[in-house]
């Protein structure tokens, strides 16, 4: 291999925060040559992003403090560099582009403008700047470059602007790009074209890629070399291939054995009494037809997946369901009595029995409430468990059915890291004994290791208490692992459905196929077999 | 940069906090400010009975009396008004009036304000449209007009003036509350309320109002000190509070004329205006912190300084 580009050695940063010292990173190091790249892969809280974001000096000096270690480059260590000599290499030498592409354009400059500063901030001329923009906007796939050139962020969609962004790293042909989660936002398909992009772009410059995730089928995807870190420590490195087949620490075997989407295929038992029933729901915003004639049903003690990307209508069907929206036609039969047209006192009556649990649980709790509060409001509201005395022993009950200890009850929200949060949510929809849980992305903001637990606790919740299940979710792993049946939505409407079995594995759909080819696994020889079957085929 | 949040240690040793006296122990400034504060409103309970006769004796030997010198006896440390009262006495019998038109105003105007800003800020399109207009037209009226208006037609009394500040204010609670609950309502522990089956009342009181009181409550202080100068310019033209009663914004007006011999006519209610409003402010800016969960930790912890 060649020489390292770009070396961080033994760097260790403290953050000092009001509670106490904070060991971010301690002793990371690592390095990527010309041409490479490489994946750190961490959950959240692993101190990932921290020595990039020291590689760019984006670290805020005082709270955080970096405690010691150097980061080479071109023989120079970058924290002990000149303010000013910092400025001149980043974005020129050293690009990043970031999760959120629409928090990182200023929404009242052109995408043209914004790309240009690039160049003519560090000193270009503009007309050179433009025909390189051009250029550029051309290179990473926009339609119209001149056209594009003139638009404003908030018109282009989020792989869009991830592509203006990527544009916009490689205005000054730049040796090293650090991507900080490029892709978590973005939908599969979307993903997988802005990872074969930066694949083609690096084979093209011969930059350094420094790809920051936590998804293992990015790594598989895209990396050469991936560093493993836990809690502020590198606990394993190697190459992309060598981590996943023979993980040496017992952390990265948690992580990949966590990773969704490889456990048995669920069957369908027997026939089950029919619990929600809905028939052509339809909903349009002025012209933007959300749901157009969408039917499904769903029996006792089952769980049904609606996948579909962003936009597809899945969540406004969740609540179209629940009458957070109101259809603008059609019937959902809640055993036998429509949903959509029943009167307040008893529409009161069915949301007992349907419960929900949304995607983020930082805020769908109250942060006000303390936890005994938010699992209690609800027999508040439906004049439940009169006797005061019983509702804290069935509260503490509640807290251990989902793995939560009792001394929490008095704690508040944000004392409780995110999964734990989503444990509350599910005590709070369980306290009202519900015959059906609606959840929305529910795992989709937690850590991988996490999600794998919460997804067996509601596996567990299902078998024993049989509860039903409509699951709505992106990400296909984790539908493969819990659902029975699986309805698939594009643009409004459902293009496909069936038992899990069939779905996964004879996709009927042409766009079911695209869903499923874009999923990403995680085994590094699997995604080569995909890719060398994609060229070839 | 999430991961960093997450970082911090997740479980803080105490789960219940202490309690709301030892937190105000906790920070200082805030101590200080209760103490003066409870200072003020017996002054304004107990001032005019115990003090009542000093204040309105006059002694025209003692005119501008200077202040700092207790050769005429304690009630004179602070100086002698322009009538040879002493400055002492009336600043404590002022605070009877004070306060109470300042607080009625505050009150009232907070109470009307967020109630009609919640509506408008809950129900539909119809409601809130009828609501906001009718705040605009006092908006568009100079409030000091309609002041003297109304009581040119009422007559002056402090019942009054404390109708006719509160209708003024009232547009400036009821703005921010109905932006405040637009945005809140949206957010998804409101849904979830919903899907729960709450009813209107109780999303309301129960998840948007303490969301959005702090904000309110930050105003209402701030709007404090405005009132009681508000009210000293309605006195000093006369349609306000009559003489023999007195308020501290009367004798800042009253204290005017002598500002170049006597300037202790006018400092001293100046003052006292000055440290009400700052205690409130300082200790609206705890209770901030005190009634949050997730900043309450700053007055929990042992070593940290005042926030």
């Not at chain 1, 560090?122 to 339609?143: F, K, M, N």
């Not at chain 1, 990773?259 to 809905?278: C, F, H, M, V």
């Not at chain 2, 200082?28 to 004796?57: C, E």
């Not at chain 2, 729960?196 to 009181?213: F, K």
Request: proline letters at 5%.
């Amino acid at each position: 291999m060649s020489e390292p580009l770009l070396t961080v050695k033994n760097l260790s940063v403290d953050f000092h925060t009001a509670r106490g010292t904070v060991h971010a990173v301690r002793n990371v190091s690592w390095s990527v040559s010309r041409g490479e790249t490489l994946a750190i892969l961490g959950e959240s809280g692993s101190g990932k992003s921290v020595s990039a974001n020291a590689v760019m000096n984006l670290l805020d000096t005082p709270p955080a403090e970096i405690v010691s270690g150097e980061i080479l480059y071109e023989g120079e260590d970058l924290l002990r560099v000149s303010y000013e000599k910092h400025r001149a290499l980043n974005g020129k030498k050293i690009a990043m582009i970031f999760q959120d592409p629409l928090g990182h354009l200023n929404p009242v400059y052109t995408v043209g403008w914004q790309i240009m500063e690039m160049m003519t901030a560090h000193g270009r001329p503009s007309d050179l700047a433009r025909t390189r923009a051009l250029e550029l906007i051309a290179r990473v796939g926009l339609p119209d470059p001149e056209a594009a050139m003139r638009k404003y962020p908030h018109q282009f969609s989020g792989g869009q602007r991830q592509r203006l962004m990527i544009a916009m790293a490689l205005m000054l042909k730049p040796d090293i790009l650090i991507a900080d989660e490029p892709t978590t936002a973005l939908d599969v398909t979307i993903q997988a074209e802005v990872l074969a992009l930066l694949k083609e772009l690096q084979a093209e410059t011969g930059m350094a890629l420094v790809l920051i995730t936590h998804d293992l089928g990015v790594v598989a995807e895209i990396a050469d070399r991936v560093v493993v870190m836990n809690k502020g420590e590198i606990v394993e490195t190697g190459t992309a291939r060598d981590v996943y087949h023979a993980p040496q620490h017992a952390y990265t075997q948690k992580l990949i054995a966590a990773a969704p989407g490889k456990g048995e295929i669920r069957q369908l038992d027997g026939a089950a009494p029919l619990l929600l029933e809905a028939k052509n729901l339809c909903k349009s915003y002025g012209k933007f037809t959300a749901l157009r004639d969408v039917s499904l049903t769903l029996a006792r003690g089952q769980s049904l997946a609606v996948v579909g990307e962003s936009g597809s209508g899945k969540s406004t069907l969740a609540r179209t369901i629940l009458r957070l929206e109101q259809a603008d036609s059609g019937q959902a039969l809640w055993k036998g009595r429509d949903l959509i047209a029943m009167n307040a006192r008893d529409l009161l009556e069915c949301r007992r029995e349907i419960q929900m649990v949304f995607q983020d649980p930082t805020q769908s709790l109250n942060p006000r409430m303390s936890v005994y509060q938010l699992i209690a409001e609800g027999w508040d509201i439906h004049k439940l468990m009169p006797d005061k005395s019983k509702r804290r022993a069935r509260v503490l009950e509640l807290l251990e059915q989902v793995g939560l200890s009792p001394e929490h009850a008095d704690r508040y929200p944000h004392q409780f890291s995110g999964g734990q949060r989503q444990r509350i949510a599910i005590a709070r929809a369980l306290a009202l004994e519900p015959e059906l849980i609606i959840c929305d992305e529910a795992v989709s903001a937690l850590d991988v290791s996490i999600q794998a637990q919460v997804i067996a606790l509601l596996d567990g919740l299902r078998q024993r208490l049989g509860i039903s299940f409509l699951f709505i979710a992106h990400d296909l792993g984790v539908v493969r692992d819990f659902a029975d049946t699986v309805i698939v939505m594009k643009a409004g409407e459902i293009v496909e459905r069936g038992p899990t079995a069939e779905i996964f594995e004879a996709p009927q759909h042409d766009y079911t196929q695209r869903l499923l080819a874009a999923n990403l696994d995680p085994d590094p020889d699997v995604q080569a077999a995909r890719r060398a079957a994609l060229t070839h085929g | 940069m999430a991961d960093l949040s997450l970082a911090k240690p997740a479980n803080p040793s105490e789960p219940r906090g202490p309690s709301l006296l030892s937190m105000l122990w906790r920070d200082k400034l805030a101590f200080i400010s209760a103490v003066v504060l409870i200072l003020i409103v017996l002054f304004a309970l107990f001032g005019p009975w115990l003090l009542g006769d000093m204040a309105i004796k006059q002694n025209l030997r003692g005119r501008n009396l200077p202040p700092f010198s207790l050769d005429r006896g304690w009630q004179f440390f602070l100086g002698g008004d322009s009538l040879g009262r002493p400055m002492l006495a009336r600043l404590v019998v002022a605070a009877h009036s004070t306060i109470l038109i300042a607080a009625g105003t505050v009150f009232s105007a907070l109470l009307v304000g967020a109630g009609l800003g919640l509506v408008a800020g809950y129900m539909g399109k119809t409601t809130s449209q009828v609501i906001m207009r009718l705040a605009d037209v006092i908006m568009s009226f100079p409030s000091l007009l309609i002041a003297v208006v109304v009581l040119y037609v009422l007559g002056p009394s402090i019942p009054n003036m404390i109708l006719v500040l509160a209708i003024t204010r009232i547009p400036i609670y009821l703005r921010t509350t109905r932006a405040e609950v637009l945005e809140v309502r949206e957010r998804m522990f409101v849904q979830a309320a919903i899907v729960m089956g709450a009813n209107h009342g109780r999303i309301i009181v129960r998840h948007i109002l303490p969301v959005v009181a702090p904000t309110l409550v930050t105003i209402a202080t701030l709007d404090f000190a405005f009132v009681m100068l508000a009210e000293s310019s309605l006195s000093f033209l006369g349609i306000g509070v009559q003489p023999p009663e007195i308020t501290w914004g009367l004798m800042v007006a009253q204290g005017r004329p002598y500002l170049n011999t006597a300037w202790w006519l006018a400092f001293w209610p100046g003052l006292m205006i000055v440290i009400t409003a700052l205690s409130l402010n300082l200790l609206s800016n705890w209770m901030r912190v005190a009634l949050d969960p997730a900043q309450r930790w700053r007055l929990e912890s042992r070593k940290t300084k005042n926030v």
